[in-house]
T-cell receptor, first 114, second 114 residues
Framework: NAGVTQTPKFQVLKTGQSMTLQCAQD?????MSWYRQDPGMGLRLIHY???????DQGEVPNGYNVSRSTTEDFPLRLLSAAPSQTSVYFC?????????????FGEGSWLTVV | AQSVSQHNHHVILSEAASLELGCNYS??????LFWYVQYPGQHLQLLLK??????LVKGIKGFEAEFIKSKFSFNLRKPSVQWSDTAEYFC????????????FGRGTSLIVHP
């Protein structure tokens, strides 16, 4: 049981390049989400999904795209990287909407856009 | 939408001092409440959580938190901090008020001097 797995852990991109951050969980969780963490800003929600085939925007969705074709995978795509997207990205999952479910985090992806 | 406020952005303490970090949330209905810790260079780890029952919750490493519904608060406490508690602390809320995707506060950076 690996939990939430994110790849890559580190990435440097040039402005305008595109890339995909991968996130997979093996706990059969319905809810998955992507956050970015910036100094003094805490964790801000980018996109989330409440089940396969269902995605929605969070607080800071611009410049990012997601899809949820399977329960396990929730990739985050940067369409045209900008320096403002330099950040640490965390994928998270939680079981379902019932009370009492803990949020599980991946180990983070450090992205630098130059 | 839910919001979470952490009032102390930076806290500096000496070892053995007592700690209290404030957290307030906006939604008045049933919520799940969490405190997460992020040690330097690492991902978020769960310290403690409240779902129902006893409003005084005990977590790992000697931390505890008290849920006060009338004040919409979930403050984190530790009677005697250690140098190893140096980290960033995040309060989070999920529940039916917005969605079951958790909302995080901006975090509190704690530095403990030996």
């Amino acid at each position: 049981n690996a939990g939430v797995t994110q790849t890559p852990k580190f990435q440097v991109l040039k402005t305008g390049q595109s890339m995909t951050l991968q996130c997979a969980q093996d706990m059969n969780h319905e809810y998955m989400s992507w956050y970015r963490q910036d100094p003094g800003m805490g964790l801000r929600l980018i996109h989330y999904s409440v089940g396969a085939g269902i995605t929605d925007q969070g607080e800071v969705p611009n410049g990012y795209n997601v899809s949820r074709s399977t329960t396990e995978d929730f990739p985050l795509r940067l369409l045209s990287a900008a320096p403002s997207q330099t950040s640490v990205y965390f994928c998270a999952s939680t079981l379902d909407r019932d009370s009492g479910n803990t949020i599980y985090f991946g180990e983070g992806s450090w992205l630098t856009v130059v | 939408a839910q919001s979470v406020s952490q009032h102390n952005h930076h806290v500096i303490l000496s070892e053995a001092a007592s700690l209290e970090l404030g957290c307030n949330y906006s939604y008045g209905g049933t919520v799940n409440l969490f405190w997460y810790v992020q040690y330097p260079g690492q991902h978020l780890q769960l310290l403690l959580k409240y779902f129902s029952g006893d409003p005084l919750v005990k977590g790992i490493k000697g931390f505890e938190a008290e849920f006060i519904k009338s004040k919409f608060s979930f403050n984190l406490r530790k009677p005697s901090v250690q140098w190893s508690d140096t980290a960033e602390y995040f309060c989070a809320v999920n529940g039916p008020g917005g969605s079951y995707i958790p909302t995080f506060g901006r975090g509190t950076s704690l530095i403990v001097h030996p």
